[in-house]
């Protein structure tokens, strides 16, 4: 059956690098696009961007630029890389499957603060 | 971008009544919708996708209508399960954009 696992490293300080993991299962990476969301006391689900089943990306231009999203189809693995992190990036960040988001990951909580 | 408006924003319901939840989008945005249900410390679970279309295991008590700049989720019969918050999210352009969601409770 479809899986997906978010795993991440819980607190993150103010300026440095947020890195995520989604490992999916039960499914080709290069058959989905994969999508990264985050839901934050501020803002509610945003949609950060993802990834096609071709490889190529798409990003939500309130991070473009600090935002990184790539895989290795070999390990059945998706990455998340946001550079800059301040405290109100904290939230839960999840994963999902295709473009109307029919799978989602138990999603990984993280907090920003030194 | 596209603003995906929701509501209500929140709502006390009783068993057995009909709810209805909406979603207008500020542009056209074809059947491209879909509408989730959050229950607490969960992460989101798609009920309806292309607007109308009930995913696989979903009761048929939720039911999804609409098209262009106008949605509506209906739970027909509310069950004591169904506490939970809504929310629509926006498929057709980017940057894909959710409703800020309906928050309903059993009185």
């Known amino acids: 059956q479809v899986q997906l696992k978010e795993t991440g490293p819980g607190l993150v300080q103010p300026t440095q690098t947020l890195s995520i993991t989604c490992t999916v299962s039960g499914f080709s990476l290069t058959s989905y696009y994969m999508q990264w969301v985050r839901q934050t006391p501020g803002k509610g689900l945003e949609w950060m961007g993802f990834i096609r089943s071709g490889g190529s990306t798409e990003y939500n231009s309130e991070f473009k630029s600090r935002l990184s999203i790539s895989r290795d189809t070999s390990k059945n693995q998706v990455f998340l890389k946001m550079n800059s992190l301040k405290t109100e990036d904290t939230g839960v960040y999840y994963c999902?499957?295709?473009?109307?988001?029919?799978?989602w990951g138990q999603g990984v909580m993280v907090t920003v603060s030194s | 971008n596209t603003v995906m408006t929701q509501s209500p924003t929140s709502m006390f319901t009783s068993v057995g009544d009909r709810v209805t939840i909406s979603c207008k989008a500020s542009?056209?945005?074809?059947?491209?919708v879909a509408w989730y249900q959050q229950e607490t410390g969960q992460s989101p679970k798609r009920l309806i996708n292309?607007?109308?279309n009930r995913d696989t295991g979903v009761p048929d008590r939720f039911t999804g209508s609409g098209s262009g700049t106008d949605f509506t989720l209906t739970i027909s019969n509310m069950q004591a399960e169904d506490p939970a918050i809504y929310y629509c999210?926006?498929?057709?352009?980017?940057?894909?954009?959710f409703g800020s969601g309906t928050k309903l409770e059993i009185k």
């Open positions: 542009q056209n945005v074809g059947i491209n």
């Open positions: 292309w607007a109308s």
């Open positions: 999902a499957r295709d473009s109307a988001m029919g799978y």
């Open positions: 999210l926006q498929h057709k352009s980017y940057p894909l954009t």
